[in-house]
């Protein structure tokens, strides 16, 4: 009976809102979308709501974190020079910014050696891991800044912990037994999250990026590459051997179902900019990474 509780709340908004919006003496159009998205944000905002009242501690969430990453490590010498250039590169960055998050948490950055992986994800307690193929797209360190900072702001905002606390209720797993939520497979937070917290993230990662001293305008023209890419691959589906193969543009296509469109993602990070008074702020630091290889081995 209790898990039937929040379906039947759900019902009675979609009800009430048929209800109310017939008694309205304006014309005014219903249409069943508006419905929908209403219950469905109730629905979200239900789910959410048990999982803030019995938040893990930071302890308790550190802990699920390192378990995770634990199972999703890659040893360093399965890298190759370049790639071990640019985990080093990814975790510099990711000091710089995270340095004026919120929450005082053991933040760690890592490279995920895959060129077909266009995507960045978080996990709870600290873990940030950046897809290789992300940095493909890159020209700026700010850009860099950027995807950081918003994946920093989904553990900041507690939206990583909830996850793992849903998942882990839907799936029937203790959080305290050590190795029961290695079940959770990686993809669930390479899916991202829901509307709000995306913007979320955009808005707060953009913030926090400029306290680390970089360009919020690397956010800008990191969308913008979104918006052109999301065009040319996902709405008019151009040849894959043009670009990009075709398993990028898969895990292209993957991103952008899971993110709200770039073109709202560009909206905000512009009125933002507005908003705060960072016009000047236009310099980015180009994206460079450097490497020695000495007998085969990456030499910093």
């Not at 975790?91 to 490279?111: C, D, I, M, T």
Request: proline share 5%.
């Amino acid at each position: 009976m209790k898990r039937a509780a929040p379906f039947v709340v759900v019902l009675l908004v979609g009800v009430a809102g048929l209800y109310f919006s017939q008694r309205r003496h304006d014309p005014a159009p219903v249409s069943a979308n508006a419905i929908v998205a209403m219950a469905a944000d109730a629905q979200r905002d239900l789910s959410r709501a048990p999982m803030r009242l019995t938040r893990l501690s930071d302890a308790e969430e550190i802990a699920v974190g390192k378990q995770l990453a634990a199972g999703y490590s890659i040893s360093a010498e399965k890298l190759s020079p370049e790639q071990q250039a640019l985990d080093s590169y990814v975790k510099q960055v990711g000091h710089a910014v995270s340095a004026n998050a919120h929450r005082h948490l053991p933040y760690s950055f890592h490279l995920v050696p895959d060129r077909g992986m266009i995507n960045a994800f978080s996990l709870p307690g600290g873990p940030v891991y950046v897809g290789e193929g992300m940095l493909d797209l890159m020209t700026s360190e700010d850009e860099l800044a950027a995807v950081i900072g918003h994946e920093i702001e989904h553990i900041d905002h507690y939206h990583c912990a909830e996850r793992v606390q849903i998942e882990a209720r839907l799936r029937n797993l203790q959080l305290g037994i050590v190795g029961a939520i290695l079940q959770i497979p990686v993809q669930v937070w390479e899916a991202g999250y829901n509307k709000d917290e995306e913007l979320e993230a955009d808005r707060e990662g953009m913030r926090l990026a400029v306290l680390g001293g970089y360009s919020p305008y690397g956010a800008v023209t990191m969308f913008e590459r979104f918006s052109k890419l999301h065009s040319e691959y996902v709405v008019h589906a151009l040849n894959p051997e043009e670009e990009l193969t075709q398993l990028a543009i898969q895990s292209l296509q993957g991103y952008f179902r899971s993110h709200p469109l770039p073109s709202e993602r560009l909206a905000q990070a512009n009125s933002l900019i507005a908003q705060e008074g960072w016009q000047d702020r236009k310099m980015q630091k180009p994206f460079r990474i450097e490497y020695e290889v000495q007998n085969g081995k990456f030499v910093k």
